[in-house]
C-alpha cells in the first residue's frame, strides 16, 4: 500500500528526460552499440556504456539512496550478461555505505538482473575496509585483501562478478584473488559503466 501511494505521490520518471515512468528512458540510456569490452588482468571485463552523461546521473542517484534506479539499471546490466552461464557474485560495498543507502546495490542489481537472465547469485563476498570513494588512483591501486569469501557457503565452480562503477580495476582484481584463492573461477566481469580515465589504456592491464 504504501509502495502504490508513494509512486501515486512521487511519480517515476526519467532522471534525464523526465519523460516515462522509469528512472532511466531507453531513449537516455546507453544503447546495445555503447557497450564497451576490455580487460582487468586476465579478465574479460564488459561494460554497459562509459560513466558520464545519462547514465552517470543515475548511478549516482543510486549510490544516494534512490532505489528506483535498480529498477532501470539491472536490465543494462542484463543486457552485458548475454552468453554467459555462470552464477552472478556480486561485490558488496563497505558496511558504512549499506547503511547509509539502506542497500547494498551491487547485491540488488546481481539479483535483478539473474531475475532478467535466469542466471544464479552466489552472494559469497563479504568486504572489510573504508570505501574507495574519493581515493586517489594510486592509492586505490594499492588496496589488497578487501574481500573474503564468506565461510560456510557453498561456491560454485566457476562465476560472473558483476559491480555498478569500474574504476582502475583494483577492486576486481582483488575480489577475483580472493574467489581464486578458494578455488573459484573467474569467467568474466560485468559492470555498468567504466570511467573516462579507462579510455585507451591497452589490453591486458589493469583499467576501468
Known amino acids: 500500500m504504501l509502495t502504490i501511494l508513494r509512486a501515486w505521490i512521487f511519480p517515476v520518471s526519467c532522471i534525464a528526460c523526465g519523460r516515462g515512468f522509469l528512472a532511466l528512458c531507453a531513449r537516455c540510456g546507453p544503447r546495445a552499440e555503447e557497450g564497451r569490452r576490455f580487460w582487468i588482468a586476465d579478465l574479460e571485463a564488459r561494460a554497459a ?3 558520464r552523461g545519462a547514465l552517470r546521473e543515475a548511478i549516482v542517484a543510486m ?3 534512490e532505489r528506483d534506479q535498480l529498477s532501470a539499471l539491472a536490465p543494462l546490466l542484463a543486457r552485458e550478461l548475454q ?4 552464477p552472478l557474485v556480486p561485490m558488496p560495498t563497505s558496511a558504512r555505505r549499506r547503511r547509509a543507502r539502506g542497500f547494498d546495490q ?3 542489481l ?3 538482473a539473474a531475475a532478467l537472465t535466469g542466471l544464479g547469485v552466489a552472494d559469497v563476498l563479504t568486504k572489510r575496509g573504508r570505501s574507495q570513494h574519493g581515493l586517489r588512483r594510486s592509492a586505490r591501486l594499492a588496496a589488497r585483501g578487501r574481500f573474503r569469501v564468506r565461510g560456510g557457503v557453498t561456491l560454485p565452480s566457476c562465476v560472473t562478478l558483476v559491480d555498478d562503477v ?3 580495476g583494483a577492486t576486481v582484481a582483488d575480489a577475483a584473488q580472493a574467489l581464486r584463492a578458494a578455488g573459484v573461477a573467474v569467467q568474466a566481469v560485468v559492470v555498468l559503466a567504466r570511467t573516462e580515465e579507462t579510455n585507451g589504456i591497452g589490453t591486458g592491464l589493469i583499467q576501468a
Open 49 to 51: 556504456g562509459s560513466y
Open 63 to 65: 549510490k544516494r539512496g
Open 83 to 86: 552468453g554467459l552461464k555462470s
Open 106 to 108: 551491487a547485491v540488488e
Open 110 to 112: 546481481a539479483h535483478r
Open 166 to 168: 569500474c574504476t582502475t
